[in-house]
């Protein structure tokens, strides 16, 4: 997962940039995954760093689809474990849509922004039967997810994340105070997002619904918008720290890794056949 956390660190340090220009005035556009891939794209050795950051979160959506699937952390709790495979589900959804836009960019495809998808997608789904209330209903894990970050954020504790032991003092806490800012960064779009979802769902109509630049848009339209979209882009930039620390001290369930792997080898082959020790 270490090139995933390096290539999500580009990824959020670039969206709190551009969400600083928007609250300076300097900037029109709100970030999301795709206009920050693009301002990746217009710098200087613009698709060499595109590819890297491709590759990275894809290595970032196998390790999230190996954490929803197995528990390789060790948890033996199956109610957390039920709680935790959405949000790993969702993570592996977000981080492939990198490597997607990346590769329409290099290969000069036109892409849609994440409203047009959103909508698309929910205006699909709506017309199922009873499809109003899939959109509420995502809507609502939305809020769950928002109000989920927002108490990370006040419990403040990381200690699952980092390997405690090998940082100093100052270091732990400057993590724990980058991820808090992160957590709460997080949380605020996601109850945007969702609160828009169940509007959506609520009405039955897909052109309410918002995606993360929309959410931050409509955030910078509010009083004192400027400033709640300054202190949202502080919190993206430390969540981008916040994953550039996790390369470093971040905490690889490795024995949970070797077991996975034992489990998978000896599926593959069958104890009849397995070469007994000399």
Not at 39 to 66: H, K, M, S, Y
Not at 234 to 247: M, Q, T
């Amino acid at each position: 997962p270490r090139p995933g956390h390096l290539s999500a660190s580009v990824l959020y340090v670039t969206m709190g940039l551009l969400a600083g220009l928007v609250a300076l005035g300097i900037r029109g556009e709100t970030p999301d995954a795709r206009v920050a891939v693009r301002a990746l794209a217009e710098q200087p050795f613009g698709p060499a760093l595109l590819a890297l950051v491709a590759i990275g979160a894809l290595c970032l959506v196998c390790w999230r689809l190996i954490q929803a699937y197995w528990d390789v952390e060790g948890q033996g709790r199956p109610f957390l474990g039920l709680c935790k495979r959405p949000r790993y589900l969702f993570s592996a959804l977000f981080y492939l849509s990198v490597p997607i836009c990346a590769g329409r960019i290099l290969f000069h495809v036109g892409t849609h922004s994440g409203e047009q998808l959103a909508e698309q997608a929910a205006s699909a789904v709506i017309h199922f039967p009873f499809g109003w209330s899939i959109v509420l209903g995502t809507g609502m894990g939305f809020i769950c997810a928002g109000v989920y970050y927002l108490y990370r954020m006040c419990r403040g504790n990381f200690e699952g994340i980092f390997h405690c032991d090998k940082m100093t003092e100052a270091q732990r806490k400057l993590c724990f105070t980058l991820g808090r800012l992160g957590c709460a960064a997080r949380g605020i779009i996601f109850l945007v997002i969702g609160y828009y979802l169940m509007l959506a769902g609520w009405n039955v109509d897909p052109r309410q619904v918002e995606g993360q630049a929309g959410a931050l848009h409509i955030i910078a339209q509010q009083p004192l918008g400027p400033m709640m979209l300054g202190f949202i882009a502080l919190g993206l930039v430390a969540l981008g720290i916040f994953s550039l620390a996790e390369v470093r001290y971040g905490r690889i369930p490795k024995e949970g890794l070797m077991r996975l792997a034992r489990d998978y080898s000896s599926s593959l082959c069958p104890r009849g056949l397995r070469r007994k020790p000399f």
